[in-house]
Protein backbone atom coordinates (compact mmCIF):
# COMPACT_ATOMS: atom_id res chain seq x y z
CA UNK A 1 0.00 0.00 0.00
CA UNK A 2 1.37 3.41 -0.81
CA UNK A 3 2.30 5.73 2.10
CA UNK A 4 1.39 8.65 0.67
CA UNK A 5 -0.77 11.28 2.28
CA UNK A 6 -2.90 13.59 0.20
CA UNK A 7 -3.45 17.11 1.04
CA UNK A 8 -6.66 17.25 0.85
CA UNK A 9 -6.52 13.99 3.65
CA UNK A 10 -8.72 12.39 0.93
CA UNK A 11 -7.89 8.40 1.06
CA UNK A 12 -6.56 7.86 -2.38
CA UNK A 13 -6.15 4.29 -3.82
CA UNK A 14 -3.10 5.26 -5.49
CA UNK A 15 -1.54 2.57 -7.84
CA UNK A 16 1.68 1.26 -7.55
CA UNK A 17 2.05 0.12 -11.06
CA UNK A 18 2.14 2.01 -14.42
CA UNK A 19 0.05 0.71 -17.60
CA UNK A 20 2.13 -0.88 -20.32
CA UNK A 21 -0.52 -2.39 -22.11
CA UNK A 22 -4.26 -1.43 -22.61
CA UNK A 23 -7.41 -3.44 -24.25
CA UNK A 24 -9.97 -1.37 -25.96
CA UNK A 25 -13.52 -1.63 -24.27
CA UNK A 26 -16.84 -0.97 -25.72
CA UNK A 27 -19.80 0.93 -24.00
CA UNK A 28 -22.95 0.27 -25.64
CA UNK A 29 -25.87 2.44 -26.06
CA UNK A 30 -28.99 1.43 -23.08
CA UNK A 31 -31.13 0.29 -25.75
CA UNK A 32 -28.13 -2.08 -26.93
CA UNK A 33 -27.59 -3.61 -23.45
CA UNK A 34 -31.03 -4.42 -22.84
CA UNK A 35 -31.00 -6.31 -26.04
CA UNK A 36 -27.63 -7.99 -24.70
CA UNK A 37 -28.77 -8.91 -21.49
CA UNK A 38 -32.59 -9.96 -23.07
CA UNK A 39 -29.93 -12.34 -25.30
CA UNK A 40 -27.94 -13.56 -22.20
CA UNK A 41 -31.39 -14.45 -20.45
CA UNK A 42 -30.90 -11.66 -17.53
CA UNK A 43 -27.86 -14.28 -16.29
CA UNK A 44 -24.79 -11.82 -16.50
CA UNK A 45 -22.78 -15.06 -17.18
CA UNK A 46 -24.29 -15.74 -20.53
CA UNK A 47 -23.32 -11.95 -21.67
CA UNK A 48 -20.98 -11.73 -24.43
CA UNK A 49 -17.62 -10.18 -23.17
CA UNK A 50 -17.84 -8.11 -26.69
CA UNK A 51 -20.74 -6.33 -24.86
CA UNK A 52 -19.58 -5.90 -21.62
CA UNK A 53 -18.11 -2.37 -20.74
CA UNK A 54 -16.80 -3.25 -17.49
CA UNK A 55 -16.41 -6.32 -16.30
CA UNK A 56 -16.42 -7.14 -12.45
CA UNK A 57 -17.99 -10.38 -13.10
CA UNK A 58 -14.80 -11.56 -11.19
CA UNK A 59 -11.37 -12.03 -10.48
CA UNK A 60 -10.89 -15.49 -11.67
CA UNK A 61 -8.12 -15.95 -14.32
CA UNK A 62 -8.54 -11.93 -15.28
CA UNK A 63 -6.51 -10.20 -13.28
CA UNK A 64 -3.53 -8.26 -15.04
CA UNK A 65 -0.17 -9.74 -15.36
CA UNK A 66 2.98 -8.31 -14.83
CA UNK A 67 5.65 -7.80 -17.05
CA UNK A 68 8.05 -10.45 -15.11
CA UNK A 69 5.20 -13.05 -15.57
CA UNK A 70 4.93 -12.24 -19.50
CA UNK A 71 8.92 -12.66 -19.40
CA UNK A 72 8.55 -15.90 -17.48
CA UNK A 73 5.77 -17.27 -19.52
CA UNK A 74 8.15 -17.49 -22.65
CA UNK A 75 10.96 -19.47 -21.22
CA UNK A 76 8.33 -22.24 -20.36
CA UNK A 77 9.40 -25.90 -20.66
CA UNK A 78 7.43 -27.77 -22.68
CA UNK A 79 7.19 -31.17 -21.46
CA UNK A 80 4.45 -33.93 -20.75
CA UNK A 81 6.47 -35.30 -18.02
CA UNK A 82 9.58 -33.87 -16.11
CA UNK A 83 9.01 -30.53 -17.45
CA UNK A 84 11.68 -27.77 -15.72
CA UNK A 85 8.83 -25.42 -15.51
CA UNK A 86 6.91 -27.54 -13.04
CA UNK A 87 10.28 -27.90 -10.53
CA UNK A 88 10.73 -24.32 -10.85
CA UNK A 89 6.83 -23.45 -9.43
CA UNK A 90 7.31 -26.31 -7.43
CA UNK A 91 10.30 -25.06 -5.45
CA UNK A 92 8.40 -21.58 -5.41
CA UNK A 93 5.56 -22.79 -3.86
CA UNK A 94 7.61 -25.15 -1.31
CA UNK A 95 9.70 -22.26 -0.23
CA UNK A 96 6.68 -19.32 0.10
CA UNK A 97 4.12 -22.18 2.27
CA UNK A 98 6.92 -23.97 3.52
CA UNK A 99 5.20 -26.94 2.94
CA UNK A 100 7.09 -30.22 1.14
CA UNK A 101 4.31 -31.16 -1.52
CA UNK A 102 2.44 -29.64 -4.31
CA UNK A 103 -0.03 -31.39 -6.28
CA UNK A 104 -1.27 -29.40 -9.77
CA UNK A 105 -4.79 -29.36 -10.56
CA UNK A 106 -6.11 -26.60 -13.66
CA UNK A 107 -8.35 -24.95 -11.53
CA UNK A 108 -9.44 -24.61 -7.63
CA UNK A 109 -12.17 -26.46 -8.26
CA UNK A 110 -10.09 -29.39 -9.32
CA UNK A 111 -8.52 -29.50 -5.88
CA UNK A 112 -11.93 -29.56 -4.58
CA UNK A 113 -13.17 -32.53 -6.85
CA UNK A 114 -9.47 -34.51 -5.67
CA UNK A 115 -9.98 -33.39 -1.70
CA UNK A 116 -13.85 -34.35 -1.45
CA UNK A 117 -13.25 -38.02 -3.05
CA UNK A 118 -10.28 -38.48 -0.75
CA UNK A 119 -12.60 -37.04 1.86
CA UNK A 120 -15.95 -36.86 1.66
CA UNK A 121 -18.69 -40.39 1.81
CA UNK A 122 -22.32 -40.35 2.40
CA UNK A 123 -23.02 -39.48 5.60
CA UNK A 124 -19.90 -37.17 6.51
CA UNK A 125 -19.40 -33.69 7.20
CA UNK A 126 -17.55 -31.28 6.35
CA UNK A 127 -17.35 -28.25 8.61
CA UNK A 128 -16.35 -24.78 7.13
CA UNK A 129 -16.34 -21.03 7.86
CA UNK A 130 -18.90 -20.86 4.95
CA UNK A 131 -19.40 -22.39 1.43
CA UNK A 132 -18.15 -21.24 -1.77
CA UNK A 133 -20.08 -22.51 -4.89
CA UNK A 134 -18.14 -25.37 -6.28
CA UNK A 135 -16.68 -27.01 -2.84
CA UNK A 136 -20.38 -26.75 -1.84
CA UNK A 137 -20.91 -29.27 -5.15
CA UNK A 138 -18.26 -31.17 -4.87
CA UNK A 139 -19.06 -32.62 -1.37
CA UNK A 140 -22.63 -32.89 -2.11
CA UNK A 141 -22.24 -34.28 -5.00
CA UNK A 142 -19.98 -37.22 -3.14
CA UNK A 143 -23.07 -37.77 -0.84
CA UNK A 144 -21.68 -35.60 1.95
CA UNK A 145 -23.01 -32.33 3.72
CA UNK A 146 -21.52 -29.07 4.27
CA UNK A 147 -22.55 -27.32 7.85
CA UNK A 148 -21.42 -23.41 8.40
CA UNK A 149 -19.86 -22.69 11.77
CA UNK A 150 -19.39 -18.50 11.13
CA UNK A 151 -19.47 -15.97 13.84
CA UNK A 152 -22.51 -13.87 14.60
CA UNK A 153 -20.79 -10.94 12.95
CA UNK A 154 -20.57 -13.09 9.43
CA UNK A 155 -24.08 -12.50 7.67
CA UNK A 156 -24.53 -8.82 9.35
CA UNK A 157 -24.51 -6.18 6.00
CA UNK A 158 -22.98 -3.87 8.75
CA UNK A 159 -20.34 -4.48 11.23
CA UNK A 160 -17.08 -3.29 12.48
CA UNK A 161 -15.60 -6.73 12.98
CA UNK A 162 -11.96 -6.51 10.78
CA UNK A 163 -12.49 -10.45 10.59
CA UNK A 164 -16.10 -11.39 9.76
CA UNK A 165 -14.56 -14.66 8.40
CA UNK A 166 -13.43 -16.30 11.49
CA UNK A 167 -14.66 -19.64 12.08
CA UNK A 168 -17.09 -19.51 15.66
CA UNK A 169 -14.77 -21.47 17.77
CA UNK A 170 -18.12 -22.63 20.17
CA UNK A 171 -19.71 -23.67 17.36
CA UNK A 172 -16.80 -25.69 16.17
CA UNK A 173 -16.34 -27.55 19.71
CA UNK A 174 -19.92 -28.17 19.50
CA UNK A 175 -20.08 -30.23 16.09
CA UNK A 176 -17.06 -31.99 16.97
CA UNK A 177 -19.14 -32.48 20.27
CA UNK A 178 -22.02 -33.83 18.67
CA UNK A 179 -20.95 -35.59 15.04
CA UNK A 180 -17.86 -37.10 16.46
CA UNK A 181 -14.61 -37.49 14.83
CA UNK A 182 -15.57 -40.37 12.73
CA UNK A 183 -18.50 -38.09 11.09
CA UNK A 184 -16.43 -34.88 10.07
CA UNK A 185 -14.71 -35.12 6.56
CA UNK A 186 -12.46 -32.10 7.61
CA UNK A 187 -12.20 -28.82 8.62
CA UNK A 188 -12.47 -26.05 5.99
CA UNK A 189 -11.29 -22.51 6.05
CA UNK A 190 -11.70 -20.16 3.46
CA UNK A 191 -9.34 -17.61 3.50
CA UNK A 192 -10.93 -13.99 2.08
CA UNK A 193 -14.65 -15.84 2.36
CA UNK A 194 -16.03 -14.91 -0.96
CA UNK A 195 -19.87 -15.35 -0.42
CA UNK A 196 -20.25 -13.16 2.85
CA UNK A 197 -18.04 -10.46 0.61
CA UNK A 198 -14.34 -11.13 0.76
CA UNK A 199 -14.09 -11.14 4.52
CA UNK A 200 -10.63 -12.49 5.99
CA UNK A 201 -10.13 -14.68 8.55
CA UNK A 202 -8.13 -14.12 11.67
CA UNK A 203 -4.43 -15.58 12.13
CA UNK A 204 -5.63 -15.85 15.85
CA UNK A 205 -8.95 -18.00 14.64
CA UNK A 206 -6.52 -20.09 12.22
CA UNK A 207 -4.41 -20.94 15.12
CA UNK A 208 -7.29 -21.57 17.23
CA UNK A 209 -9.10 -23.46 15.26
CA UNK A 210 -6.00 -25.54 14.43
CA UNK A 211 -5.39 -26.34 17.92
CA UNK A 212 -8.74 -27.83 18.14
CA UNK A 213 -8.55 -29.53 14.80
CA UNK A 214 -5.04 -31.72 16.02
CA UNK A 215 -5.95 -32.11 19.36
CA UNK A 216 -9.72 -34.16 17.58
CA UNK A 217 -7.67 -35.77 14.67
CA UNK A 218 -9.35 -33.71 11.99
CA UNK A 219 -7.70 -32.63 8.97
CA UNK A 220 -7.60 -28.63 8.57
CA UNK A 221 -7.89 -27.92 4.85
CA UNK A 222 -7.23 -24.15 3.70
CA UNK A 223 -8.79 -22.94 0.60
CA UNK A 224 -6.12 -20.07 -0.21
CA UNK A 225 -7.44 -18.84 -3.43
CA UNK A 226 -7.95 -15.50 -1.56
CA UNK A 227 -5.28 -15.43 0.73
CA UNK A 228 -3.51 -12.27 -1.11
CA UNK A 229 -6.26 -9.78 0.04
CA UNK A 230 -6.05 -12.35 3.18
CA UNK A 231 -2.72 -11.40 4.04
CA UNK A 232 -3.37 -7.94 3.39
CA UNK A 233 -6.13 -7.24 5.98
CA UNK A 234 -3.42 -9.74 8.69
CA UNK A 235 -0.74 -6.89 7.97
CA UNK A 236 -2.78 -3.72 8.45
CA UNK A 237 -5.58 -4.86 10.80
CA UNK A 238 -3.57 -6.93 13.23
CA UNK A 239 -1.08 -4.89 15.28
CA UNK A 240 1.04 -7.99 15.71
CA UNK A 241 1.64 -8.08 12.10
CA UNK A 242 2.24 -4.64 11.16
CA UNK A 243 5.86 -5.42 11.01
CA UNK A 244 6.12 -9.16 10.31
CA UNK A 245 7.00 -10.08 6.18
CA UNK A 246 4.32 -11.31 4.04
CA UNK A 247 6.05 -14.64 3.36
CA UNK A 248 6.30 -15.03 7.72
CA UNK A 249 2.56 -14.35 8.23
CA UNK A 250 1.99 -17.03 5.15
CA UNK A 251 4.16 -19.35 6.43
CA UNK A 252 2.21 -19.33 10.18
CA UNK A 253 -0.95 -20.27 8.04
CA UNK A 254 0.22 -22.74 6.62
CA UNK A 255 2.22 -24.30 9.85
CA UNK A 256 -0.98 -24.54 11.22
CA UNK A 257 -3.48 -26.42 8.41
CA UNK A 258 -2.78 -30.13 6.98
CA UNK A 259 -4.16 -28.81 3.30
CA UNK A 260 -3.97 -25.69 1.61
CA UNK A 261 -5.39 -25.42 -1.94
CA UNK A 262 -5.92 -22.84 -4.04
CA UNK A 263 -7.28 -21.46 -7.25
CA UNK A 264 -3.83 -19.90 -9.21
CA UNK A 265 -6.84 -17.77 -11.61
CA UNK A 266 -7.22 -15.71 -8.07
CA UNK A 267 -3.96 -16.31 -5.93
CA UNK A 268 -0.90 -15.57 -8.42
CA UNK A 269 -2.60 -13.67 -10.43
CA UNK A 270 -2.17 -16.43 -12.87
CA UNK A 271 -4.11 -19.86 -14.21
CA UNK A 272 -4.19 -23.10 -12.40
CA UNK A 273 -4.04 -24.49 -9.22
CA UNK A 274 -3.03 -26.74 -6.95
CA UNK A 275 -2.74 -28.74 -3.25
CA UNK A 276 -0.21 -28.30 -0.80
CA UNK A 277 0.65 -30.70 2.13
CA UNK A 278 3.28 -31.45 4.19
CA UNK A 279 2.34 -35.43 5.33
CA UNK A 280 3.29 -37.68 2.97
CA UNK A 281 0.48 -40.11 3.66
CA UNK A 282 -2.04 -36.95 2.58
CA UNK A 283 0.39 -36.42 -0.16
CA UNK A 284 -0.33 -39.99 -1.46
CA UNK A 285 -3.80 -40.51 -1.10
CA UNK A 286 -4.51 -37.62 -3.71
CA UNK A 287 -1.70 -37.84 -5.67
CA UNK A 288 -3.48 -41.00 -7.11
CA UNK A 289 -6.22 -38.60 -8.61
CA UNK A 290 -3.93 -36.20 -10.30
CA UNK A 291 -3.40 -38.12 -13.41
CA UNK A 292 -7.12 -38.92 -13.42
CA UNK A 293 -8.85 -36.05 -12.99
CA UNK A 294 -6.05 -33.34 -14.31
CA UNK A 295 -3.03 -34.50 -16.09
CA UNK A 296 0.29 -36.30 -15.34
CA UNK A 297 1.59 -35.07 -11.85
CA UNK A 298 4.45 -32.13 -13.30
CA UNK A 299 1.62 -30.64 -15.49
CA UNK A 300 -1.99 -31.06 -13.88
CA UNK A 301 -3.68 -29.63 -16.57
CA UNK A 302 -2.18 -26.55 -17.26
CA UNK A 303 0.18 -25.63 -19.79
CA UNK A 304 3.88 -25.11 -18.90
CA UNK A 305 3.00 -21.55 -19.44
CA UNK A 306 0.40 -20.81 -16.87
CA UNK A 307 2.37 -22.53 -14.73
CA UNK A 308 5.64 -20.38 -15.32
CA UNK A 309 3.29 -17.18 -14.62
CA UNK A 310 1.51 -18.62 -11.78
CA UNK A 311 5.52 -19.41 -10.19
CA UNK A 312 6.46 -15.44 -11.04
CA UNK A 313 2.54 -14.54 -9.60
CA UNK A 314 3.04 -15.85 -6.54
CA UNK A 315 6.44 -14.59 -5.42
CA UNK A 316 4.84 -11.29 -6.17
CA UNK A 317 1.62 -12.12 -4.03
CA UNK A 318 4.30 -11.47 -1.08
CA UNK A 319 5.07 -7.56 -2.15
CA UNK A 320 2.22 -5.39 -0.24
CA UNK A 321 1.91 -2.88 -3.20
CA UNK A 322 0.57 -5.57 -5.13
CA UNK A 323 -1.86 -7.51 -2.71
CA UNK A 324 -2.83 -3.98 -1.16
CA UNK A 325 -3.75 -3.03 -5.21
CA UNK A 326 -7.61 -5.11 -4.71
CA UNK A 327 -8.80 -4.10 -1.22
CA UNK A 328 -7.79 -0.31 -1.54
CA UNK A 329 -9.60 0.01 -4.86
CA UNK A 330 -12.67 -1.83 -3.01
CA UNK A 331 -12.70 0.75 -0.05
CA UNK A 332 -12.60 3.43 -2.49
CA UNK A 333 -15.49 2.07 -4.31
CA UNK A 334 -17.69 1.38 -1.36
CA UNK A 335 -17.16 4.40 0.06
CA UNK A 336 -17.96 6.12 -3.24
CA UNK A 337 -21.55 4.16 -2.49
CA UNK A 338 -21.71 4.73 1.06
CA UNK A 339 -21.67 8.65 0.40
CA UNK A 340 -24.69 8.29 -2.24
CA UNK A 341 -26.58 6.43 0.02
CA UNK A 342 -26.20 3.32 -1.81
CA UNK A 343 -25.77 -0.04 1.08
CA UNK A 344 -22.96 -1.83 0.56
CA UNK A 345 -21.20 -4.70 2.75
CA UNK A 346 -18.74 -3.03 5.16
CA UNK A 347 -16.17 -3.20 6.31
CA UNK A 348 -15.14 -3.59 2.83
CA UNK A 349 -12.82 -6.83 2.29
CA UNK A 350 -11.08 -8.07 -0.64
CA UNK A 351 -11.92 -9.64 -4.25
CA UNK A 352 -15.16 -7.37 -4.73
CA UNK A 353 -17.49 -4.36 -3.74
CA UNK A 354 -20.72 -6.08 -2.49
CA UNK A 355 -24.07 -4.30 -2.93
CA UNK A 356 -26.66 -5.24 -0.36
CA UNK A 357 -29.66 -6.27 -3.11
CA UNK A 358 -31.67 -7.70 -0.23
CA UNK A 359 -32.08 -3.57 0.93
CA UNK A 360 -31.76 -2.34 -2.15
CA UNK A 361 -34.51 -4.34 -4.20
CA UNK A 362 -36.12 -5.02 -0.78
CA UNK A 363 -39.64 -4.75 -3.11
CA UNK A 364 -39.27 -7.38 -5.23
CA UNK A 365 -39.66 -10.70 -3.29
CA UNK A 366 -36.77 -13.02 -2.57
CA UNK A 367 -38.30 -16.15 -4.51
CA UNK A 368 -37.60 -13.62 -7.83
CA UNK A 369 -34.07 -13.11 -7.28
CA UNK A 370 -33.08 -9.86 -5.61
CA UNK A 371 -29.52 -9.95 -6.52
CA UNK A 372 -29.96 -10.83 -9.71
CA UNK A 373 -32.25 -8.86 -10.41
CA UNK A 374 -29.88 -6.05 -9.44
CA UNK A 375 -26.96 -7.44 -11.83
CA UNK A 376 -29.17 -7.69 -14.60
CA UNK A 377 -30.43 -3.78 -13.51
CA UNK A 378 -26.99 -2.74 -13.40
CA UNK A 379 -25.82 -3.88 -16.68
CA UNK A 380 -28.73 -2.31 -18.34
CA UNK A 381 -28.25 0.87 -16.39
CA UNK A 382 -24.40 0.80 -16.95
CA UNK A 383 -22.93 -1.80 -19.06
CA UNK A 384 -21.01 -3.00 -16.05
CA UNK A 385 -21.05 -7.09 -15.50
CA UNK A 386 -21.53 -7.82 -11.44
CA UNK A 387 -22.05 -11.38 -10.12
CA UNK A 388 -25.44 -12.63 -8.75
CA UNK A 389 -23.98 -13.82 -5.11
CA UNK A 390 -27.64 -14.51 -3.80
CA UNK A 391 -30.44 -17.07 -4.20
CA UNK A 392 -30.39 -17.78 -7.92
CA UNK A 393 -26.53 -19.20 -6.31
CA UNK A 394 -27.68 -21.69 -4.28
CA UNK A 395 -29.13 -25.21 -5.05
CA UNK A 396 -32.56 -26.36 -4.53
CA UNK A 397 -33.15 -28.98 -2.10
CA UNK A 398 -34.04 -33.04 -3.36
CA UNK A 399 -37.63 -31.59 -3.00
CA UNK A 400 -37.25 -29.01 -5.67
CA UNK A 401 -38.00 -26.26 -2.53
CA UNK A 402 -36.01 -23.13 -3.41
CA UNK A 403 -33.09 -22.75 -0.73
CA UNK A 404 -33.38 -18.80 0.51
CA UNK A 405 -29.77 -17.47 0.89
CA UNK A 406 -28.72 -15.55 4.13
CA UNK A 407 -27.29 -12.80 1.69
CA UNK A 408 -28.48 -10.91 -1.27
CA UNK A 409 -25.39 -9.41 -3.09
CA UNK A 410 -24.24 -8.26 -6.17
CA UNK A 411 -20.35 -8.68 -5.89
CA UNK A 412 -18.89 -6.19 -8.36
CA UNK A 413 -15.47 -7.71 -8.62
CA UNK A 414 -12.40 -5.78 -8.98
CA UNK A 415 -10.04 -7.61 -10.61
CA UNK A 416 -6.25 -7.03 -9.61
CA UNK A 417 -4.57 -4.08 -11.18
CA UNK A 418 -7.31 -3.84 -14.15
CA UNK A 419 -9.16 -0.96 -13.57
CA UNK A 420 -8.62 2.51 -12.86
CA UNK A 421 -10.35 5.41 -10.67
CA UNK A 422 -12.56 7.05 -13.03
CA UNK A 423 -14.06 3.53 -13.69
CA UNK A 424 -14.60 3.14 -10.33
CA UNK A 425 -16.43 6.67 -10.06
CA UNK A 426 -18.72 5.84 -13.24
CA UNK A 427 -19.55 2.37 -11.82
CA UNK A 428 -20.33 4.35 -8.30
CA UNK A 429 -22.39 6.67 -10.81
CA UNK A 430 -24.89 4.33 -12.79
CA UNK A 431 -25.38 2.93 -9.64
CA UNK A 432 -26.87 5.79 -7.93
CA UNK A 433 -28.77 5.99 -10.21
CA UNK A 434 -29.95 2.85 -9.74
CA UNK A 435 -30.53 3.30 -6.44
CA UNK A 436 -32.54 6.05 -6.74
CA UNK A 437 -35.06 4.21 -9.69
CA UNK A 438 -34.41 1.00 -7.31
CA UNK A 439 -38.13 0.98 -7.87
CA UNK A 440 -38.15 0.59 -11.40
CA UNK A 441 -36.37 -2.83 -10.63
CA UNK A 442 -39.02 -6.36 -10.82
CA UNK A 443 -38.00 -9.74 -10.23
CA UNK A 444 -36.65 -12.50 -12.47
CA UNK A 445 -37.67 -16.11 -13.09
CA UNK A 446 -36.19 -18.81 -14.40
CA UNK A 447 -37.00 -20.55 -18.41
CA UNK A 448 -34.27 -22.63 -17.62
CA UNK A 449 -32.95 -24.12 -15.19
CA UNK A 450 -30.30 -26.48 -14.35
CA UNK A 451 -30.10 -28.95 -11.80
CA UNK A 452 -26.53 -28.28 -10.70
CA UNK A 453 -24.82 -24.94 -10.17
CA UNK A 454 -27.77 -23.25 -11.84
CA UNK A 455 -26.45 -19.54 -11.76
CA UNK A 456 -24.02 -20.70 -14.84
CA UNK A 457 -26.01 -21.67 -17.47
CA UNK A 458 -29.56 -21.04 -15.99
CA UNK A 459 -31.88 -18.35 -18.29
CA UNK A 460 -34.26 -16.06 -16.90
CA UNK A 461 -36.87 -13.83 -17.48
CA UNK A 462 -38.18 -10.41 -16.01
CA UNK A 463 -41.73 -10.92 -14.20
CA UNK A 464 -42.85 -7.69 -16.49
CA UNK A 465 -41.66 -5.00 -18.92
CA UNK A 466 -39.56 -3.43 -16.08
CA UNK A 467 -36.13 -3.71 -18.17
CA UNK A 468 -37.84 -1.91 -20.92
CA UNK A 469 -39.09 1.27 -18.36
CA UNK A 470 -35.74 1.23 -16.51
CA UNK A 471 -34.56 1.84 -20.32
CA UNK A 472 -37.00 4.35 -20.55
CA UNK A 473 -35.81 6.25 -17.65
CA UNK A 474 -31.72 5.99 -18.34
CA UNK A 475 -32.92 8.46 -21.68
CA UNK A 476 -35.33 10.79 -19.51
CA UNK A 477 -32.61 11.66 -16.88
CA UNK A 478 -29.32 11.14 -19.23
CA UNK A 479 -30.34 12.07 -22.69
CA UNK A 480 -27.99 10.96 -25.24
CA UNK A 481 -25.71 10.06 -22.83
CA UNK A 482 -23.82 6.36 -23.34
C1 LIG B 1 -12.81 -19.21 -2.35
C2 LIG B 1 -12.82 -19.96 -3.63
N1 LIG B 1 -12.57 -21.27 -3.64
C3 LIG B 1 -12.56 -21.97 -4.78
C4 LIG B 1 -12.81 -21.38 -5.99
C5 LIG B 1 -12.83 -22.20 -7.24
O1 LIG B 1 -11.75 -21.86 -8.05
P1 LIG B 1 -11.79 -22.01 -9.63
O2 LIG B 1 -12.73 -20.97 -10.15
O3 LIG B 1 -10.39 -21.80 -10.08
O4 LIG B 1 -12.26 -23.38 -9.94
C6 LIG B 1 -13.07 -20.02 -6.03
C7 LIG B 1 -13.36 -19.37 -7.31
O5 LIG B 1 -13.94 -18.33 -7.41
C8 LIG B 1 -13.08 -19.29 -4.81
O6 LIG B 1 -13.34 -17.98 -4.78
Sequence with gaps: MSNVTFLSGERVPLEMHKVRMVQKINLLPVEGRLKA???????????????????????????????NQYAAMMQADDSYAGSETFYRLEAELQDIFNMKYFLPAHQGRACENIIAKVFVEPGKVALMNYHFTTTKAHITMMGGAVEEIFGDEALKINSDAPFKGDVDINKLNAAIGRLGKEKIAFMRIEAGTNLIGGQPVSMQNVREVSAICRAAGIPLVYDASLLADNLYFIKTHDAHYREAKIVDITREIASLVDIIYFSARKLGAARGGGILVSDEQLFLRMRELVPLFEGFLTYGGMSVREMEAMAVGMRETLDIDVISQTPIFVEALCNELLGKGVPVVTPPGGL??????????????????????????LFIAGGVRCMERGTMSEQRGDDGSEHFAEMELARLAIPKRVFTLSQIKYTADRLAWLHKNRSLIGGLEFVEEPKVLRFFFGRL???SDWPERLVKQFRKDFGDSL
Design 461 to 463: QPV
Design 37 to 67: MQEAGFNTFLLKNRDVFLDMLTDSGVNAMSE
Design 352 to 377: GCHVDAMQFCEHVPQSQYRAGALAAA
